[in-house]
């Protein structure tokens, strides 16, 4: 059989395939999907928002509840869970990451609870997280890893944590014009913009990297959005690319954490039907125009209009910025954590179905992860927990 050869991906002191399975939320990245990512010797990610939705016992203690700390408490023992869950499938294969969203308001407490639990990596999008290394100062073996869109937000990244001592131990560089979900533009109206192509923010990222001494630290960029055939992977390692991410792509595989319905509505979507809009956390995101996405934006400028300080929906404060509940009239003005739980369960007509721009590598079909991460690495053989048919460049 012919050998092929791939750069393995290595963060701290673990060696991985160059496949990242991006944290997804809510619930639909949990530890079914990861624990079975890193079984392959990729890197899987639970996402840590709002988990306890995963668990009956945990729900029905919380179900009614507007007790913040205690819906906080039970979403920690539900994280506790997950990550323990993945640990044991991945059979100390690959890599085991909690992707954190900055906007939410118990990032901190995630944090501390997935290095806690033994997460091997904390990967934080939506948001700048400056202070992770502070964070996590009592557990120097968790890899740090931010998710941004450009040089310069990666810049500030580097410079704050420079001056802690810390260097990420690999930035994902997520692309907004293709990926799904929150997006790291700051308007809608740039979420287009060719400054975030791969080809400029890779460059850029290489050359601050040089300027700034550290380019022999070898810090992994990881490209994310869009990603979708083997050709597209190989060109951005050409570019200085370590690693791929994926988002949609594996949402929609048969480990995936979701209902088959969330699976089919993402993977059924026709390019006419995937919009933007901004989120309730100010950021712009991407979805599927499903039944509730469609009502919701004939009446969007309207809500906003109104929009008004009021109490939290379910009670449980899940952003530290709520475009609904602190009257943002220039954000979103619906409640993300139900509509997000409603797809997760595949209430089709309620939910909110958050999906990438581009076509899926296997078009409607749900495949397992094994096929996915195989036909990324040109149908490179795998056998779990083993790589003798990939070699390190
Ligand atoms: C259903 C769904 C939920 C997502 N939720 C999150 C999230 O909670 N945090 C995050 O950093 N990224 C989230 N993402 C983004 C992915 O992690 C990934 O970076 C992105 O989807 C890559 O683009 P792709 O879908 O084109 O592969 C989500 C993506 C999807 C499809
Ligand atoms: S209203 Fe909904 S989206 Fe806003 S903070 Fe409360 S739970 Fe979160």
Redesign the pocket.
Known sequence: MQKIFYPQLRIRNKSCLPIVQGGMGVGVSASRLAGNVARLGAVGAISSVDLRRHHPDLMEKTVRSRDKDLINQINNVALDREIKRAKELSQGNGMVAVNIMRAVSEYAGYVRQSCESGADAVVVGAGLPLDLPELTAEFPDVALIPILSDARGIALVLKKWMRKNRLPDAIVIENPQFAAGHLGAAKLEEVNAPHFAFEIVLEATLELLKEMGIESEKIPLIAAGGVNHPDQVRKLFSLGASAVQLGTAFAVTEEGDAHVNFKNVLAQAVPEQIVTFMS?AGLPARAVRTPFLDKYLKKEAKLQEVAKPRK???G????HQ?G??DGIAKAGQF????QLAFALEGDVKRGLFFRGSEKLPFGSEIRPVRDLVEYLLEGVRLSIGQQEETQTA
Do not use: A, N
């Open positions: 309730v939290c929906t379910v449980f404060d899940c952003l709520c609904l509940r409640c993300i954590d139900q």
